[in-house]
């Protein structure tokens, strides 16, 4: 916003005599140079001294709404946006503060209808329309959210947020390829100075392909960036469960637990990656790790594995049971239990277990496999 004032812009007092225009200029200029400083006491007090002096002085309410907004009370920086906007209508900086104070309270229809009104104004505003896909893309309106991210690109086929946008935006809708093709583009214009967000999304598209092992080389190029960055451990973690080399995920599960021992998902990922290797009595330190913290389902499902997998057939059974009581719905836990009755030749119980996860009403193509494979 200019700090500049021009005297014919200051209006008269009743008495018909001028307010004082340097003095007011004199204190924009101090506090939108203290807003720059990050000293935002000081600049309230240079607004707040102007407004004294002139009581609906855009200059000084934006800056008020600007200072609020600084500090994350949105809902103060609201007020001020918007007395500015009552006195001065169509402002386009009171405009673009105020969407964006709704922006950040996540209310993004409000956002919009006011973006929308800035663009009335100036519709190649680049970061405006930006801004406008984005609030989109976070109601979910697919159509409106890509149509104004390809305007942006139009305007400057090489804008990052358009392309990163884009990307977000056909992930969110499950659309991988084309998620993978905007980032990819967005990595090639920016080799030099690789972002490490870029690299972790696109190795997040192959793992959603399943095409683990291409996603392997970007998160190993993200963990050159910062060793310890957590997408990009999970990623490489998941990518070598994905290609059945578990003895791999091990390592950068663990490499994840050394910087926060208590996270209870990552415990019960190394303990299904212990398991699934043989090592029972390791992956059940890290599931009881895991259960000591917090009841965890996947955590509880892994210890009732180890138990079947050691042939304690019937405490895998009374586990399972238990399991299915509190989460009804899991089919995985029919399948389980199942397996387990007909490893102790106790095929009837095996159909009927199938037959009650049916009885809800509920459908599972792997039920309905195991069933047709008992018969």
């Known amino acids: ?29 101090k506090g939108y140079q203290y807003l720059k400083e990050n000293r935002i006491e000081e600049a309230k007090d240079a ?19 600007d ?30 503060g105020l969407a964006d104070c709704y922006k950040a309270l996540n209310q993004y229809n409000k956002a919009i209808e006011i973006w929308e009104q800035y663009l009335t104004h100036d519709d190649r505003n680049i970061t405006v329309l930006t801004r406008v896909a984005d609030a989109y893309r976070k109601i979910r309106d697919f159509k409106k959210s890509k149509q104004l991210y390809l305007h942006v690109l139009d305007m400057d086929d090489g804008n990052a947020y358009a392309l ?48 683990f092992d291409q996603g392997v080389y970007y998160f190993e190029r993200a963990l050159q960036i910062d060793p310890k960055n957590f ?50 009595k390791t992956a059940a330190d890290y599931y009881n790790k895991a259960m000591d913290i917090d009841f965890d389902v996947y955590a509880a499902l892994g210890l009732a594995l180890i138990c079947k997998g050691e042939g304690k057939y019937d405490e895998a059974i009374d586990r399972l049971t238990a399991l299915i009581r509190d989460d ?35 459908r599972s193509q792997a039920i309905n496999e195991m069933l047709e494979k008992i018969a």
């Open 328 to 362: 009804r719905k899991n089919y995985r836990l029919y399948i389980d239990l199942a397996d387990c009755y007909l490893k102790l030749n106790r095929k009837r119980e095996a159909v009927e277990t199938l037959q009650e996860f049916q009885r809800q009403g509920l």
């Open 47 to 65: 607004f707040s001294k102007i407004l004294a002096l002139e009581e609906d002085n855009n200059y000084a309410l934006v800056g008020l709404g």
């Open 164 to 211: 990163i946008g884009l990307g977000h935006l056909h992930y969110d809708f499950k659309e991988y390829k084309d998620a993978l093709y905007y980032w990819t583009r967005m990595l090639e214009r920016n080799e030099a100075a690789v972002d490490i967000r870029v690299l972790t999304s696109i190795g997040n598209c192959h793992r959603k392909l399943k095409t």
């Open 231 to 280: 997408y990009a451990l999970f990623g490489l973690a998941d990518c070598y469960r994905g290609m059945n080399q578990q003895y791999r995920s091990v390592e950068y599960w663990n490499r994840i637990l050394e910087s926060d021992p208590k996270n209870k998902v990552i415990l019960t990922r190394a303990g299904d990656a212990y398991r699934n290797t043989g090592d029972y």
């Open 1 to 29: 916003m200019s700090d500049i004032l021009q005297k014919d812009e200051f209006p008269r007092t009743v008495d018909g005599g001028e307010r004082q225009p340097n003095e007011i200029a004199e204190l924009s200029k």
């Open 67 to 96: 200072s609020e907004r600084k500090q994350n009370h949105f809902r103060e920086a609201i007020v001020y946006y918007q007395r500015c906007l009552d006195a001065h209508h169509g402002n386009n900086y009171a405009l673009f």
